[in-house]
């Protein structure tokens, strides 16, 4: 498995995440096997989040590793905190109680990073900051990053935390590239020009901040895959015609093409399927062409000016 550098620090990670949010849904047998598959392949870093299966995820992930001294040093752990009963909250108070609950579901003593999970606009820097402060201090977070944040919002931040921002996990699919479009569309009276996340994909590389792409198979908001959908016909048939030239399948194409920006963005990969978590891992192998990233970009209904 290729590898890169966690933003600005000196971190050194997988360019894919495996991300463990339906790991509750497999039976012990079947998630030992998953993670280890995963870890022989060199995907091992691990998101999470401590509502993932209201922490049940978390659990069962160190279940399955039976998780020790010895494990924890094979794998990169990554957990996020700040949603809980139908709000955010990045007040210390919560943000030191999720660490302690997270560290204990997963039975380690550390995360390698801690992300603020989607932002709380009642949000407190100063606090995060105390939080922040205290959880390096105490050996309990090595580094700390955000999701689903714009740039004014990590700024506000960056105010007060002296920690680097290492990651910012984001929506972004071939089918939903909103933080490319409007790049794309400068000053166009057109909806792709709408600026509707502050140029974050500019700010994260401006700033060493690794963007960690979530949902990369999905369309819409949760709405299912394009991959051999009949709602993407265009789109699948350009998919496909790509992989049979690199032997692959049409999902190491979907990871290949977010692999490809030069942002150096790190997919956070869903799937619990063995199979389909190699295809996935395949992807690192492949650098596609500006051409087939085009056509692609294109197969998905967007129009370049």
């Known amino acids: 498995m290729r590898k890169m550098k966690l933003g600005s620090s000196s971190l050194e990670v997988p360019v894919i995440s495996v991300g463990c949010m339906r790991i509750n849904s497999l039976e012990k047998p079947a998630a030992e096997r998953f993670v280890q598959t995963a870890i022989e392949h060199g995907a091992n870093f691990f998101d999470h989040a401590d509502i ?40 210390k108070e919560h943000i030191l109680h999720s660490v302690d609950g997270i560290l204990k579901r997963l039975n380690t003593d550390y995360l390698d990073i801690l992300l603020l999970h989607r932002p709380d606009t009642l949000v407190e820097p100063e606090e995060v900051a105390e939080a922040f402060d205290q959880l390096e201090s105490a050996g309990k977070v090595r580094h700390f990053g955000v999701s689903n944040q714009n740039p004014m919002q990590i700024e506000l931040l960056k105010k007060y935390v002296k920690q680097p921002i290492v990651a910012n996990q984001l929506q972004l699919s071939i089918t939903n590239t909103t933080m490319m479009d409007s790049g794309f569309n400068v000053n166009m009276e057109n909806d792709a020009a709408v600026n509707r996340d502050g140029s974050i994909l500019d700010y994260c590389r401006l700033h060493d901040i690794t963007i960690q792409p979530w949902s990369p198979f999905q369309y819409g908001f949760f709405e299912g895959v394009f991959l051999n959908n009949e709602k993407f016909p265009e789109l699948n048939q350009k998919i496909n015609e790509i992989a049979v030239k690199y032997e692959v399948s049409n999902t190491t194409i979907a990871i290949a093409w977010i692999l490809r920006h030069p942002a150096k963005m790190q997919p956070v990969i869903g799937t619990t399927n063995e199979e389909r978590l190699k295809d996935c891992i395949k992807a690192s192998e492949i650098n596609l062409t500006r051409e087939e990233w085009y056509s692609i970009y294109r197969a998905a209904g967007n129009v370049l000016p």
């Open 52 to 91: 993932y299966g209201g922490g049940s995820c978390e659990e069962i992930f160190a279940d399955a590793v039976s998780m020790s001294d010895d494990v924890r040093e094979k794998m990169i752990l990554q957990s996020k905190c700040g949603i809980r009963d139908g709000m955010f909250d990045f007040s």
